[in-house]
C-alpha cells in the first residue's frame, strides 16, 4: 500500500508557465483534496472532490483548476503561475462522510514560480 | 464558514518537560477536532483526535482536551522528548475531512 501519491516533488516555474500536479491514491477512498501550504497559515483548502467527476472549490480556488477522472486520481492545474502559488501543495484522501474523517496526505510538492 | 485559531506559533521547552498548544474555533456546529504533526520535509500525519461527546481522549504521552462551551480545545505533550520536535495543526470539522479547517500550525521545539 502506497497510500497517498503525488508527483513531481520539486517544481521551478515561470511566470505564465502551466504545469499540472498529480495524485493518486490506493486506499479506495471517496474523497480527495487539495491543499497548500505556507509559512503562518497553516493547511488551506483549494479544491476537493467527493466522487468521480465531483469537484467543489475549496477556501483559495483562484488560479487553480482540478480533475478527477477516477476514483483513484485527482490533479490540480495551474494554467498560468504567478509568484503568489509559490507554495507546498499537498494532495490529501480520505472517506466520504462522517465517522471516518481522518485525512491522509501524500509527500507534498515544492512548487517556485519565478 | 469555521475560523481555527492557533496558539503559539512557536513553542521551545526542556526534554522531559511538558508542552501545551490551543486551539479555539468559531463554528459551534463542528463536532470532530484532529491534531496532525509534520515533521521537517515531512506529510502531516494524524496524531489523536476528539468528537465532541467526549471532554477528554488520552494516548500515552499526549492527550486532548476541549471545550465545547468555550469553543477551545487543547494539545497536551507530556514527557517531550527531541523526536516531538515537528509542526503541529489543529483542525475542526463539522464532522467530515472535506471539511477539515486547520490552524496555522506551532512550531515545537524540545531542547535537549
Known amino acids: 500500500n502506497a497510500g497517498v501519491t503525488q508527483t513531481p516533488k520539486f517544481q521551478v516555474l515561470k511566470t505564465g508557465q502551466s504545469m499540472t500536479l498529480q495524485c493518486a491514491q490506493d486506499?479506495?477512498?471517496?474523497?480527495m483534496y487539495w491543499y497548500r501550504q505556507d509559512p503562518g497559515m497553516g493547511l488551506r483548502r483549494i479544491h476537493y472532490?467527493?466522487?468521480?467527476?465531483?469537484?467543489d472549490k475549496g477556501e483559495v480556488p483562484n488560479g487553480y483548476n482540478v480533475s478527477r477522472l477516477n476514483k483513484r486520481e485527482f490533479s490540480l492545474r495551474l494554467e498560468s503561475a504567478a509568484p503568489s502559488q509559490t507554495s507546498v501543495y499537498f494532495c490529501a484522501s480520505s472517506y466520504y462522510g462522517y465517522g471516518s474523517a481522518e485525512a491522509f496526505f501524500g509527500q507534498g510538492t515544492r512548487l517556485t514560480v519565478v | 464558514g469555521e475560523n481555527v485559531e492557533q496558539h503559539p506559533s512557536t513553542l521551545s521547552v526542556q526534554e522531559g518537560d511538558s508542552a501545551v498548544i490551543k486551539c479555539t474555533y468559531s463554528?459551534?456546529?463542528?463536532?470532530?477536532f484532529p491534531w496532525y504533526k509534520q515533521e521537517l520535509g515531512k506529510r502531516p500525519q494524524l496524531i489523536i483526535d476528539i468528537r465532541s461527546n467526549v471532554g477528554e481522549k488520552k494516548d500515552q504521552r499526549i492527550a486532548v482536551t476541549l471545550n465545547k462551551t468555550a469553543k477551545h480545545f487543547s494539545l497536551h505533550i507530556t514527557e517531550t522528548q527531541p523526536e516531538d520536535s515537528a509542526v503541529y495543526f489543529c483542525a475542526a470539522s463539522t464532522g467530515s475531512a472535506r471539511q477539515l479547517t486547520f490552524g496555522s500550525g506551532t512550531q515545537l521545539t524540545v531542547l535537549p
Open positions: 463554528d459551534s456546529a463542528s463536532n470532530y
Open positions: 486506499m479506495n477512498h471517496n474523497s
Open positions: 472532490s467527493v466522487a468521480a467527476g465531483i469537484t
